[in-house]
């Protein structure tokens, strides 16, 4: 059984999936990195990811949103309709980068 749920862009190149899958007869909650194909077909399933048992979901989602909280609070996350900084600033030149367009896996630090 594998049913997808949903799934968010990482790069022009892979995408993030959420699936529901059973291993070894105990349903999991998938989270895997898929590259998309360069000349049509379907997405490739990478080594990237972890199948997390479906009795924890809740647990890591509750952590999920507690580590979301903390980087709102630290500043480093904007949620839209949130107080909180609307640019980062690049540690390699010093330019301001909307958040939107912050690429996620760099090392930012909060802008003025």
């Known amino acids: 059984m594998k049913k997808k749920l949903g799934q968010?862009?990482?790069t022009k190149l892979e995408d993030i999936y959420i699936s529901l899958r059973e291993v070894r007869g105990a349903l999991h909650v998938d989270v895997r990195v898929y590259r998309r194909p360069v000349r049509?077909?379907?997405?490739?399933?990478?080594?990237?990811?972890?199948?997390?048992?479906?009795?924890?979901?809740?647990?890591?989602?509750?952590?999920?949103?507690?580590?979301?909280?903390?980087?709102?609070?630290?500043?480093?996350?904007?949620?839209p309709g949130a107080e909180g900084p609307r640019y980062l600033r690049s540690d390699r030149r010093?330019?301001?980068?909307?958040?939107?367009?912050?690429?996620p896996g760099r090392s930012w630090t909060p802008g003025r």
Do not use: C, K, W, Y
């Open 40 to 79: 049509g077909g379907d997405a490739v399933a990478g080594m990237e990811g972890v199948a997390v048992p479906l009795d924890l979901f809740p647990d890591l989602l509750r952590v999920l949103e507690e580590s979301q909280e903390r980087l709102i609070q630290e500043g480093l996350l904007h949620t």
């Open 8 to 10: 968010v862009s990482r």
């Open 94 to 103: 010093g330019r301001r980068v909307p958040l939107r367009n912050a690429a």
